[in-house]
């Protein structure tokens, strides 16, 4: 069995692009993100915990369908400045190079001036590349990867 948990902690700045707070807008956000991993325990260690995460840069952009769609569309980019891994049950080695890649599309349908339903279809990878000098047998690299599809509502208040 694997739990996985992803954390977010970011303050961001909307950039309107007219003077009308639901059109096209730019964001950007900062802050700091984890992703966690952790397997069941087992003998021997299959499997081991792991942390990714940083200092992550957001960037999105939401651009109105037009005046007769009531929907929004959008894209998202986290940059993570300086990835970190850390592992815990046993150690592979030293990590060296830790990559991060974290993106997604989302629509906005709104049904009222501050409801809207949202939907994101979101990509997630990451790995780190291990020395030799860990556990046995080796474990060169490792990594997770996530597509995942959200769907929620959003109320401004």
């Known amino acids: 069995n694997m739990t996985l948990n992803y954390y977010h902690a970011k303050f961001g700045y909307n950039f309107l692009l007219s003077p009308d707070f639901f059109g096209p807008k730019l964001q950007m956000t900062g802050g700091f993100a984890k992703f966690s991993s ?4 087992t003998s021997p260690i ?20 037009g005046e007769s769609a009531p929907m929004d569309i959008g894209a998202r980019l986290n940059y993570y400045w300086h990835p970190t891994v ?9 990590p060296g190079d830790v990559k991060i890649n974290d993106f997604g599309f989302f629509m ?4 009222k001036p501050k409801f809207s339903y949202i939907g994101e279809l979101r ?7 291990f020395s030799d000098s860990g556990r046995n047998p080796s ?8 597509t995942n599809i959200l769907l929620g509502i959003e109320f401004l208040f």
């Not at 952790?38 to 325990?41: D, I, K, L, Q, V």
């Not at 850390?86 to 030293?94: A, K, L, Q, R, W």
């Open 108 to 111: 906005n349908y709104h049904t």
């Open 46 to 65: 299959t499997f081991t915990n792991m942390e990714f995460g940083g200092m992550v840069f957001g960037f999105a952009g939401q651009f109105p369908m």
């Open 139 to 146: 474990v060169r690299s490792i990594s997770h990867k996530a």
């Open 86 to 94: 850390n592992e815990s049950g046993t150690s592979s080695g030293n």
């Open 123 to 129: 990509f997630e990878n990451y790995s780190a590349n």
């Open 38 to 41: 952790r397997a069941s325990e």
